[in-house]
């Protein structure tokens, strides 16, 4: 834990805030940013264009300036083509964010002091830091990936792998900056800047956005094709955007957050001494993973292309279970192409990472003590919470299902949400629905349209009908306030790092459903590390079926073991948070290097 020389009541400098166009990481780096502006920094979130729309609105009455840089991609191009998405951001952003680094920096009002970058954007340590600004990575995810990523060198070395994860956390760091007192840009593609700017009205965020490189037509569902116009076009954009920011001594960016997906990044606001951070938004495990990734290559236990070459299992952490290979991050059985590129993606992340100032981590240190060793330079700011403030949700949520929870006993719902990248067979949503109405227990299920390919069983309305009197589906939710709700008892999760860490500080326990990526090493960790929740078992059919999704929620209702490591982790949460807890003292002492 770090602690500050100076007292949180002075001005902290201007943290610039970077985020990839992820939900997850943005929501995590706008709470951050709250928090920061709280230490007395002035922060501004820097994110494309596309988000900056979308997310201005809801941050209108918020001390976060939000701004927004294109993603290299034309107005018709599906951006959820996350790779196509990120190759043109990486085209654009890196010119983008060295200029906007260097008009900021004639200004000494505004000079940014520090960049916060999403861990994804890694790549963008080097614009900062060579114009001498301290720079941080936000991590979002378990040490054990951080730790992965870092062992990727190795790991090429032994050729046991070969060459061939954000907007809604960020915008919770945003949110929590500005308590800090800084001013906070989002930075974001201009496909998302509508939707971000409008659901961020009331926010203290300013956004800018920038293109993705891709033309109007261009689909940016192709995430290969996204993320590679991303990269062409965001460094030009990004530069410019810092050199013309910091020309202004009012807007002066003193700092920058990056996504860890964008980490590539990091060099822009470097080369202008701009102060950066990466955002990971994973698990400590992911993180110490990602780290001994070239450790993993030498040892010849992956080759070049990330794929395993023995089936032994990694301790990465002393407290935490080892991982097996089915639990790598890149991991992605089916396809192996899809796989490679994850995996080089992930590898390219970690290249960066080490760079910058500060890796800002979406955790508490007292999670896991031995993460802190992962690297000298992480500082865990979580749990971030939005705390009825915008955090990075692009979903109208239904807030009738609070009216509804207020009618419910204590300690009686079963929760069941699985985000917005699970994708379920109509099979197994059967399945799912029947255990559910079998159970006779009251439920609420996020049953958002794109869960399954085709119609959705579960809005059948025989099946409405008969669930009808303790049954209720929507849409979308207000996912904090629904976990903090009394009548809570339980939360079927796809185990995305940031439910679990809302869910931690709600104290509900967790029934697992993994689908892919980080989510797999992160339920280890809910059921054999922190002892918070149990696992799904899927048949030969690889179905979960009715029986067994019943036997385990009625395991884990019962079970007070499970109840009491999940309140007493709550607390110590709930504590890290607080004024002299060791996330506060963390992100104190990031705002004050930041200035």
């Not at 020389?5 to 706008?30: F, R, T």
């Not at 107005?75 to 964010?97: A, C, F, N």
């Not at 860890?260 to 202008?272: D, G, N, S, V, Y």
């Not at 918070?532 to 036997?551: C, F, H, P, Y």
Request: charged share 20%; net charge neutral; aromatic share 8%.
């Amino acid at each position: 834990m770090k602690q500050n020389p100076k007292s949180s009541n002075e001005n902290y400098g201007h943290i610039l805030v970077v985020s990839c166009p992820l939900q997850g990481h943005a929501a995590g780096l706008i709470k951050l940013s709250h928090q920061m502006i709280k230490f007395g920094s002035k922060v501004t979130f820097l994110t494309t264009e596309f988000l900056h729309a979308q997310m201005a609105d809801a941050t209108a009455n918020s001390e976060i300036l939000l701004l927004s840089m294109p993603d290299g991609l034309e107005l018709e191009d599906d951006r959820k083509d996350q790779k196509k998405l990120h190759q043109s951001i990486g085209r654009v952003m890196p010119p983008y964010l060295e200029d906007l680094l260097k008009k900021t920096d004639q200004h000494s009002s505004e000079k940014i002091s520090g960049i916060i970058i999403d861990s994804p954007l890694a790549w963008m340590l080097d614009i900062p830091k060579k114009m001498g600004i301290k720079t941080a990575i936000y991590w979002c995810s378990t040490p054990g990936c951080l730790a992965l990523g870092f062992m990727i060198p190795q790991l090429l070395q032994a050729k046991i792998i070969d060459d061939d994860g954000h907007v809604a956390p960020l915008i919770k760091l945003s949110h929590q900056i500005i308590k800090f007192g800084s001013k906070v840009t989002f930075l974001t593609m201009e496909f998302m800047r509508a939707r971000i700017a409008e659901a961020i009205v009331d926010s203290e965020i300013g956004i800018v956005s920038i293109p993705d490189g891709l033309e109007l037509e261009d689909d940016r569902k192709d995430q290969k094709k996204l993320f590679e116009s991303i990269e062409k076009v965001m460094p030009s954009y990004l530069e410019d955007l810092l050199k013309k920011t910091n020309q202004r001594s009012n807007e002066k960016i003193s700092g920058i957050i990056i996504d860890a997906a964008w980490a590539w990044m990091l060099e822009i606001p470097k080369k202008m001494g701009i102060k950066t951070a990466i955002y990971w938004g994973s698990t400590p495990g992911c993180l110490a993973l990602g780290f001994i990734i070239p450790h993993l290559i030498q040892s010849k236990i992956i080759d070049h292309d990330g794929t395993p070459l023995k089936n032994d299992k990694i301790q990465l952490l002393p407290n935490m279970p080892a991982i097996s290979m089915t639990e790598f991050t890149w991991y992605f059985p089916g396809d192996i192409n899809i796989q490679k590129s994850l995996f080089h993606v992930i590898k390219g992340v970690f290249s960066h990472l080490k760079s910058s100032d500060w890796i800002v981590c979406n955790w508490f240190d007292e999670l896991d003590p031995s993460a802190q060793s992962l690297a000298s330079n992480l500082l865990s700011v979580g749990p971030l919470l939005a705390n009825g403030q915008f955090a990075g949700s692009f979903c109208t949520e239904d807030s009738s299902c609070l009216t509804w929870l207020d009618k419910q006993p204590p300690n009686s719902v079963i929760y069941v949400a699985f985000g917005s990248t699970s994708r379920f067979s109509q099979v197994q949503l059967k399945e799912l629905a029947m255990g559910l109405e079998i159970m006779g227990r009251p439920f609420l299920w996020v049953a958002w349209s794109g869960l399954c390919d085709g119609p959705f069983p579960a809005y059948s309305d025989e099946f409405s009908a008969r669930v009808a009197n303790r049954g209720k589906m929507v849409e979308w939710a207000p996912q904090e306030m629904v976990l903090g709700h009394p009548s809570i008892a339980c939360f079927v999760t796809h185990c995305g790092w940031s439910s679990f860490m809302e869910s931690l500080s709600m104290g509900v326990p967790l029934l697992c459903w993994p689908y892919f990526g980080d989510q797999m090493y992160t339920q280890s960790c809910i059921c054999d590390a922190w002892k918070v929740g149990t696992s799904l078992k899927a048949d030969e059919n690889g179905i979960i079926s009715r029986s067994e999704i019943m036997q385990k929620l009625e395991k884990l209702r019962s079970d007070g073991i499970v109840r009491e490591n999940v309140l007493r982790l709550k607390e110590m949460a709930r504590k890290s948070t607080r004024k002299g807890g060791s996330s506060w003292n963390n992100l104190d002492y990031l705002v004050q290097q930041m200035k």
